[in-house]
């Protein structure tokens, strides 16, 4: 029995006072002051007491327990807990220890990390650069040349002396002066340097061979009235375009802005469907998806990790698309061989950047983005303007870089924006386009010829390709005095001349079975298998939020606070949340009911977790949108990066929950234990990043936090606190509520909270008027487990649906 009556005796058995005002008083007031009203009323055993069964005594609660109001027996305190005599909660200290211990630890291995580095780099830029670029200048290179806008040029250099700094060595040579990282000086000229002849040329190429036999491989496109026309545009994009691109040329495309540059060879390498005509690879008419993993594609924007090193993202993009029977020694060989290639050596443990923070520069910044692409050997790559925001010297290299491969069967395509003229004599054909439709397809030896006999005069020192732009933007009026200039004009001329030229590719004989067949082997050897994919992109997605330190923190400083807060508002009531009606024939002294501070409290975590998870999970899938694209586009396994984007969102849930619960535990003392709270609350961060993962693959990267935030506030306010779920069940509308995951983490605390008080309150009642079911933890769980994870399977799925036409 819970209720004590001092005075009850076998002959004086309890009695229930009148109810009368100043019995209700006293009743109600017993709370405060303790006394019952009247000597045969019955009273709850009070907060800090305990009543063992008969109700003939009130003892106070020994220390390292506590007992709640109604009290049969003291409970035992958890461990790590402090309970002193007559304490009324446990206030469970043992997972702030357990906290503060793994942020520590945290701390101390960044900080070990990040002192080893240093330690480490100034070691290889004081020491190992400075070596290697004397060994360079000592073995009678005739020059040294750079491609970036901050370093030298160098002829004959002479080191006369060495000195150690502080920050590194400095070498001092007759015309030169070299400090690690920051500063280059030259105060001489510039030696050009052939670099189709560098030996870092020559190893990337040996590494290449391993993938591309130029003698049987190759890539040739031909196409035939190839048309784009968009649904409910006014006029097609793409026109009549009709001729071809030989294995192991290097092509130019050139047109005015809005010409239909970028749709010609989206159509051409199968990311856009044509809707007209025919693309032909390798004389067969077929999807040209089926080749995506021997294809390159360089965008024009620079698409590349910013939070990666240099090396790091080509290493990325080489490991997911090399043979996958190269060893991951031989690939760092082949990627550290391309980097020497691009010329960024020196900076290819420099984190990236982005145009917002550059770190390296734009020049370099392109580079990376191309030898993401060239790391995967690739049979045809195409660049979307490799060139522009270049300086003269960087295009011209890239250019070179670009011949070379051509030379070694690799079809590349490029799209060109006013080329120099060292650049524009580097392309073999030529394909010329405005107004979508084509005005030539030719070599480019043969261009001006074909201008000239349609009576265009080229002038004599200037630069061919600038001439031929203005002729085909429709500015040739001063190559041209008498006629008609016009684009429209240029088209029909060309089309007069090309009549026959569909039927010849269109009927010319294709590959051999054998070519094809062996094409189709190298495809298939293409590639990591799933689970390395997965494995790589877990730890660049690791690696990412680790170089995202300040965010991890700032999420866990976020979490512990939301905790703390709701915790403080909660803490007034002591632990005790919740009255209901008293058992056993005593209804008549219970007091004012509270089914309302449980459901709150739920409320308010609900609310609290999807405020604190939705902002991250968004930045985690939101703001690579354009990597992923690219990177599927690549023939990346779209699986594997989500899966690895998901589990390395993980260990963020876990450590988000454990700041969030102990700070919430510690001071709301709800009646659920820490494990069990903490469990529902994990889950329920599961299920907050799942959602938020779907609003990021939905809306717009600036708008997904903002509708992520709103999307967890509504799943919240879903939780059956107001409207109560028996209220929702009069409008039929349950199967709503019960989609939202803020339900089951409702019903988690409420059923939890107020099991341990069946003996004194009739805990049935509570439920049956909250529309609450008690006892299912499990249950609750799994479900909760299930909504989380349909919400990343909706997630993954927009990801694959959306991507064809954001990828433009
Ligand atoms: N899917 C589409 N729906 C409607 N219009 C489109 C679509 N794709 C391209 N266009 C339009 O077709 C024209 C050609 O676009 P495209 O991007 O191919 O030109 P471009 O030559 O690459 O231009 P720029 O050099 O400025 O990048 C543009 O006017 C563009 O708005």
Request: charged share 20%.
């Amino acid at each position: 029995m819970l209720l004590l009556g001092p005075n009850n005796t076998i002959n004086a058995l309890p009695q229930y006072c009148t109810p009368l005002l100043p019995c209700l008083h006293a009743r109600l007031g017993q709370k405060s002051c303790g006394a019952p009203m009247g000597p045969f009323e019955p009273y709850v055993c009070k907060r800090g007491y305990y009543c063992p069964p008969g109700g003939k005594e009130m003892i106070i609660c020994p220390s390292r327990s506590y007992c709640p109001e109604g009290s049969v027996a003291p409970l035992r305190c958890s461990a790590g807990s402090v309970c002193k005599e007559g304490s009324i909660k446990s206030n469970t200290w043992l997972p702030l220890a357990f906290l503060i211990i793994i942020d520590l630890a945290l701390i101390a291995a960044i900080m070990l990390h990040w002192l080893r580095k240093r330690l480490a780099s100034s070691r290889t830029a004081g020491g190992e650069k400075v070596m290697s670029f004397m060994n360079r200048a000592r073995n009678g290179a005739s020059g040294y040349k750079s491609l970036d806008d901050d370093m030298i040029a160098l002829v004959e250099p002479r080191i006369t002396q060495i000195h150690r700094q502080p920050t590194g060595f400095v070498a001092a040579m007759e015309d030169f002066t070299y400090q690690p990282e920051t500063l280059y000086e030259s105060r001489s000229g510039k030696i050009e340097e052939e670099v189709a002849d560098t030996e870092e040329l020559r190893a990337f190429i040996n590494s290449l061979r391993r993938c591309i036999d130029g003698s049987q491989f190759g890539l040739s496109f031909a196409f035939a009235d190839l048309g784009f026309h968009p649904k409910g545009a006014a006029k097609p994009v793409l026109c009549g375009i009709t001729g071809e691109i030989k294995r192991g040329s290097l092509v130019g495309v050139l047109g005015g802005s809005g010409a239909g540059k970028s749709t010609f060879v989206n159509v051409l390498m199968g990311k856009q469907i044509n809707t007209g005509g025919t693309v032909i690879v390798n004389g067969t008419v077929g999807k040209v998806a089926q080749y995506k993993k021997i294809i390159g594609y360089v965008p024009q924007d620079d698409v590349v990790l910013p939070e990666l090193t240099v090396k790091e993202n080509i290493l990325h993009s080489a490991r997911i698309r090399l043979p996958s029977n190269w060893s991951d020694d031989d690939i760092h060989k082949h990627v550290d061989a391309l980097i020497a290639c691009l010329e960024l050596s020196h900076v290819k443990d420099s984190l990236v950047g982005s145009t917002a923070r550059p770190v390296i520069s734009g020049g370099q910044r392109k580079r990376v983005s191309i030898g993401m692409e060239l790391a995967a050997a690739p049979m045809a790559l195409f660049l979307d303007e490799p060139t522009s925001g270049l300086d003269a010297t960087s295009a011209g290299h890239i250019m070179n870089i670009l011949k070379v491969l051509s030379r070694l069967g690799i079809t590349v395509v490029t799209i060109i924006h006013q080329p120099r003229k060292e650049i524009f004599e580097t392309i073999d054909d030529l394909i010329l386009l405005a107004n979508g439709r084509l005005i030539y397809q030719g070599r480019e030896s043969d261009a001006p010829t074909f201008f000239e006999r349609a009576g265009f005069i080229f002038p004599e020192h200037a630069n061919p390709a600038d001439t031929i732009m203005d002729i085909i933007t429709g500015q040739g009026r001063p190559y041209k005095r008498v006629g008609d200039t016009s684009k429209e004009a240029l088209i029909e001329h060309w089309q007069s001349i090309s009549q026959n030229r569909r039927e010849e590719l269109t009927t010319r004989p294709g590959s051999t079975t054998e070519e094809n067949t062996a094409l189709r082997r190298s495809i298939r050897r293409r590639g990591a298998p799933l689970h390395r994919q997965i494995y790589f992109c877990l730890s660049r997605s690791l690696l990412q939020q680790y170089r995202l330190k300040s965010s991890w923190w700032f999420e866990m400083g976020i979490a512990s606070l939301g905790g703390f807060l709701i915790g403080l508002a909660l803490n007034s009531k002591s632990g005790a949340i919740f009255v209901g009606l008293y058992r056993d024939n005593y209804e008549i002294l219970s007091s004012a009911l509270d089914y309302q501070t449980i459901p709150i409290m739920a409320l308010l975590v609900a609310i609290s977790i999807g405020l604190i998870a939705s902002s991250p999970s968004v930045k985690m899938f939101g703001e690579e949108k354009l990597i992923y694209w690219r990177e599927a586009a690549s023939g990346h396994n779209r699986l594997a990066y989500y899966l690895g984007k998901v589990i390395s969102t993980l260990p963020r849930i876990l450590m988000g929950c454990l700041h969030f619960s102990t700070f919430f535990m510690l001071l709301a003392t709800p009646r659920i234990s820490w494990p069990r709270a903490f469990a529902a609350n994990v889950l329920y961060f599961y299920c907050i990043y799942g959602l938020a993962s779907i609003c990021s693959m939905v809306t717009r990267r600036e708008d997904g936090p903002l509708i992520a935030t709103m999307a967890g506030l509504i799943v919240g306010i879903l939780s059956g606190m107001a409207p109560q779920l028996s209220q929702v069940a009069k409008w039929h509308m349950t199967w709503l509520w019960r989609a939202s995951p803020g339900v089951w983490i409702g019903e988690v605390y409420f059923s939890e909270d107020i099991l341990p008080l069946g003996d004194l309150y009739q805990i049935e009642d509570a439920a049956r008027v909250t529309g609450m079911v008690l006892d299912r933890y499990a249950m609750d769980l799994a479900i909760l487990l299930v909504i989380g994870t349909v919400y990343r399977i909706i997630a993954f799925a927009e990801l694959v649906l959306v991507k064809r036409h954001k990828q433009k």
